[in-house]
């Protein structure tokens, strides 16, 4: 079977997470985003996707940092905004760190400090029932919304591929259950069966695949202006100096 990703832009690091984080970033990639990810899908064929061996499974670089209380704030990269943020939690993801089943135990006062959207603990729950959904439904799902980053058509379209590769009216469901007694972080991701959203990836699983890209690459795609470019790369020479 052939890679999903364009080996002259993606490098795929299979392993635990913990493990694998540190060595995308010292080696200048960025993990791709679940909107990126999506984006990818939405250019291929239904054939090109079935005959690939990671295409439609990975772990994005979109953290979901939730506190005591079970709220959440699902954290996107907005370069010229949250950069020293949004790199300062994935530098967190290491094998020297604490976890709690699977999840980053983050510094008090993380979560207060993060500038994000909140769903709280209720919408969660709805939200994230782990029920396949109509196209309706996954357009109004504030989780698949965040990560999305409210682009309502690249659901759709993600929807219709996964309705097409199932068979099924019914698809992407959302899963998320872990609530700590301390702020924690974890990792969206998506699963091959239903194109399933989670939020309980497991950073010390083996079986976790992140994606990085090219800075150079992630910019044009993304349509940033060329200063996130040069934003981007002091970070990942920082990340560099001080492995």
């Known amino acids: 079977m052939e ?12 392993g635990k997470i913990i493990k694998q984080m ?10 791709i985003s679940m909107r990126y ?36 704030k699902a954290i996107k990269y907005r370069p010229g905004v949250n950069d020293k943020q949004y790199f300062d939690l994935l530098r967190l993801i290491n094998d020297n760190a ?5 999840a980053v ?27 396949a959904q109509t196209e309706r439904q996954a357009v109004d799902n ?3 919304r965040a990560l999305a980053e409210d682009d309502v058509q690249l659901i759709r379209d993600c929807h219709r591929l996964f309705r097409e590769l ?8 959302v899963y ?15 699963s091959y069966i239903m194109g399933g959203v989670y939020g309980i990836s497991d950073l010390e699983c083996a079986g976790g695949c992140l994606v990085g890209v090219a800075p150079e690459a992630l910019v044009a795609a993304m349509g940033w202006p060329r200063e996130s470019l040069e934003t981007i790369l002091k970070h990942l020479e920082e990340f560099r100096r001080a492995a």
């Open 98 to 102: 604490v976890l709690r089943d699977g």
């Open 37 to 72: 990810g999506w984006q990818q899908w939405a250019g291929k064929t239904i054939a090109e996707i079935r005959n690939s061996f990671r295409g439609y499974s990975f772990c994005s670089g979109n953290p979901m940092v939730q506190d005591r209380e079970g709220d959440i």
């Open 22 to 31: 540190p060595v995308l970033l010292s080696e200048g990639c960025i993990p």
């Open 166 to 173: 199932t068979g099924s009216a019914i698809v992407m469901p």
């Open 105 to 131: 135990v983050l510094p008090d006062g993380t979560y207060e400090s993060l500038d994000a959207p909140v769903i709280i603990r209720e919408e969660l729950r709805r939200f994230t029932r782990g029920k």
């Open 3 to 14: 890679d999903f990703w364009n080996p002259s832009l993606h490098m795929p690091y299979d």
């Open 176 to 190: 998320s259950d872990f609530i700590h007694d301390t702020e924690t972080m974890r990792l969206w991701g998506v």
């Open 142 to 144: 504030r989780v698949l």
